[in-house]
């Protein structure tokens, strides 16, 4: 069974940055795709930010240009760095990972993703 678990999640002022990491147990970021999503309470769901097992990236429009991701297989560990941060940004961040469903291009179809983790909070002020 694997098992994911974020890190990162702060308050922070608009403009600046973080670092979130999401520690995965087992062999899933090397096997297949994995991908950031948010949340807020007045909002939807939303995919960020994923890569697929061929390596392809793809990132919300929202956040072109001002996040990337990126993953280290050796440590399995997935990351998310977020620059210019504004209060839009403001939600719980999970990581997925796909087991049943081979992506092989990354995805921000939540409905790919079968493993969550618990989620770790972004608050930006002004």
């Known amino acids: 069974q694997v098992r994911l678990q974020e890190y990162g999640g702060a308050s922070i002022q608009a403009g600046g940055s973080l670092n979130l990491s999401c520690e995965a147990s087992?062999?899933?970021?090397?096997?297949?795709?994995m991908g950031w999503f948010r949340q807020s309470p007045d909002k939807e769901r939303e995919g960020v930010a994923a890569i697929g097992s061929y390596g392809t990236k793809k990132l919300a429009a929202s956040v072109k240009g001002r996040f990337s991701v990126s993953k280290d297989s050796s440590k399995s560990t997935l990351y998310l760095r977020m620059n210019s941060l504004n209060e839009d940004d403001t939600a719980m961040y999970y990581c997925a990972a796909a087991q049943e469903v081979y992506c092989g291009f990354a995805t921000l179809s939540a409905e790919t993703f079968d493993t969550w983790g618990q989620g770790t909070q972004v608050t930006v002020s002004s």
């Open positions: 087992g062999d899933a970021l090397r096997s297949n795709c």
